[in-house]
């Protein structure tokens, strides 16, 4: 059964700062990973989408990387700003149809 | 373009009533269709799951049942709630190509009382 982690649990910056935040999957099986936010109360809203052959993919500020064999993401936000502030899953996909979710990373950005 | 719209925004039902929560697709064919929940505090939860009309997969037994009556619509239902169905429901799609990303509903709150 696949298991998902994702560290720090929280973390809160001032703004311009860059970040990295890690996700971890126990079963190396997959064949995407799904970075989403969330922001309180709402919905989940796609941020990128890494293929398993792929390393990384990028769009404007957010780059993530993908190391499949170590059931490793990581996703790097550059110059942040206080828009950033959501709550960030990662979601390894499976052969089947499924994806399974970490637990989150809570973002505060400052100004 | 794709849009998917899930309703009520939020609910409140006394313990042993029934839900219905709906959630349609628009702008794609054949989806495949997910219901997840959101317990306070805790990660995304699969429930269910459909790649087609009439087809359900239940990740985890409980209190809980989906139907899928058309291609694009994904109904979550209950004869009777319980105070630990509370949370907050998300519907979401995906293309049936596994290689396509997945996208939400905006969820609806629920809360038994």
């Known amino acids: 059964k696949q298991e998902v982690t994702q560290i720090p649990a929280a973390l809160s910056v001032p703004e311009g700062e860059n970040l990295v935040l890690n996700c971890s999957f126990t079963?190396?099986?997959?064949?995407?990973l799904q970075w989403f936010r969330q922001d309180p109360g709402k919905g989940l809203t796609s941020l990128l989408l890494?293929?398993?052959?792929?390393r990384e993919q990028t769009s404007g500020r957010l780059n993530a990387s993908l190391d499949k064999s170590s059931g490793r993401s990581t996703l790097y936000i550059a110059a942040s700003q206080p828009g950033d502030s959501a709550t960030y899953l990662c979601?390894?996909?499976?052969?089947?149809?499924?994806?399974?979710f970490g637990p989150g990373t809570r973002l505060s950005v400052l100004p | 373009s794709q849009t998917i719209h899930q309703w009520p925004a939020t609910l409140v039902q006394p313990v042993g009533s029934p839900l219905s929560l709906e959630c349609t697709v628009e702008g794609t064919s054949n989806p495949n269709l997910y219901w997840y929940r959101q317990a306070a505090g805790r990660g995304l939860q699969l429930l269910f799951y459909s790649v087609g009309i009439g087809q359900i997969s239940s990740e985890v037994p409980q209190n809980l049942s989906a139907s899928r009556p058309q291609d694009r619509q994904f109904i979550l239902s209950s004869k009777k709630l319980l105070l630990s169905d509370s949370g907050f429901y998300l519907c979401a799609w995906r293309r049936r190509d596994r290689n396509t990303e997945a996208f939400f509903g905006q969820g609806t709150r629920l809360t038994v009382v």
């Open positions: 079963d190396s099986a997959i064949y995407n």
């Open positions: 979601a390894p996909g499976d052969y089947g149809q499924n994806f399974v």
């Open positions: 890494i293929q398993s052959s792929q």
